[in-house]
T-cell receptor, first 111, second 114 residues
Framework: GAVVSQHPSWVICKSGTSVKIECRSL??????MFWYRQFPKQSLMLMAT?????????EQGVEKDKFLINHASLTLSTLTVTSAHPEDSSFYIC???????FGQGTRLTVV | GENVEQHPSTLSVQEGDSAVIKCTYSDSASNYFPWYKQELGKGPQLIIDIRSNVGEKKDQRIAVTLNKTAKHFSLHITETQPEDSAVYFCAASMGNTGGFKTIFGAGTRLFVKA
C-alpha cells in the first residue's frame, strides 16, 4: 500500500514557539493530503485539507492563522503550529494516497 | 456534512470469540468505507475497506458488510486473539482515490482476554 511518512514522531516545545510537522508521500504523488488531530481516547478530527499548489481548506472552527499548512510539492505537506500553547498539545496525523493511508503521527507537547 | 456513528465504544471478548463493531453514516453520497486499527501512540492502520458496490468483503479473520440502503456497515473479527486488542475506527469517504476527506467514527476499544 501507499506509504506516508511523518516527522517528527514526537516533539516538546515551549509555549509561544512554533513547531513544524512534515508529511511525505514516499511512493505516490499526492495532490491532496489531510491533517487530523486526535486527543487522548478520542477519534480523529479532520483539521484541514492540504492542496498542492494552492491554499489549504480548513474545517469549521480551525484557526488557519494558527495552523499553517504548506503543500509546495506533490510529495510534501507541512503543518506549522504557530505560537503554540499547552492546549495545542495533541496527536497530529496526516493522511493521503489511495485508501487514505496515514502517517505515524506526531505527538506534540507544549510546556 | 457526513456524520459517522460507531458502536460499541468498548468491547471485551474472550480469546477465540468473535467481535462485531457497527457503524452508520449519514451522507448517501459516501461510497468508500475503510476500517482502521490504531495501537497506542501510532497512526491508524488500514485493515480492510469496502466500496458501495459491494455488500461484503472478507480477508482471513476479518470481514466487512455494507447495507447501503440502511447506511450501515459492520466489522466482524472471528477467532479473536490478544494481539487484536486495539482501538478500531470505521470511516466514510466519497472516494478512495486520495482526494476525498475521510470522516471517522468515535472508535471502539477492543479488549481480547486470553
Amino acid at each position: 500500500g501507499a506509504v506516508v511518512s511523518q516527522h517528527p514522531s514526537w516533539v516538546i516545545c515551549k509555549s509561544g514557539t512554533s513547531v513544524k510537522i512534515e508529511c511525505r508521500s514516499l511512493d505516490f504523488q499526492a495532490t491532496t493530503m489531510f491533517w487530523y488531530r486526535q486527543f487522548p481516547k478520542q477519534s480523529l478530527m479532520l483539521m484541514a485539507t492540504s492542496n498542492e499548489g494552492s491554499k489549504a481548506t480548513y474545517e469549521q472552527g480551525v484557526e488557519k492563522d494558527k495552523f499553517l499548512i504548506n503543500h509546495a510539492s506533490l510529495t510534501l505537506s507541512t503543518l506549522t503550529v504557530t505560537s503554540a500553547h499547552p492546549e495545542d498539545s495533541s496527536f497530529y496525523i496526516c493522511s493521503g494516497g489511495p485508501g487514505a493511508f496515514f502517517g505515524q503521527g506526531t505527538r506534540l507537547t507544549v510546556v | 456534512g457526513e456524520n459517522v456513528e460507531q458502536h460499541p465504544s468498548t468491547l471485551s471478548v474472550q480469546e477465540g470469540d468473535s467481535a462485531v463493531i457497527k457503524c452508520t453514516y449519514s451522507d448517501s453520497a459516501s461510497n468508500y468505507f475503510p476500517w482502521y486499527k490504531q495501537e497506542l501512540g501510532k497512526g491508524p492502520q488500514l485493515i480492510i475497506d469496502i466500496r458501495s458496490n459491494v455488500g461484503e468483503k472478507k480477508d482471513q479473520r476479518i470481514a466487512v458488510t455494507l447495507n447501503k440502503t440502511a447506511k450501515h456497515f459492520s466489522l466482524h473479527i472471528t477467532e479473536t486473539q490478544p494481539e487484536d486488542s486495539a482501538v478500531y475506527f470505521c470511516a466514510a469517504s466519497m472516494g478512495n482515490t486520495g482526494g476525498f476527506k475521510t470522516i471517522f467514527g468515535a472508535g471502539t476499544r477492543l479488549f481480547v482476554k486470553a
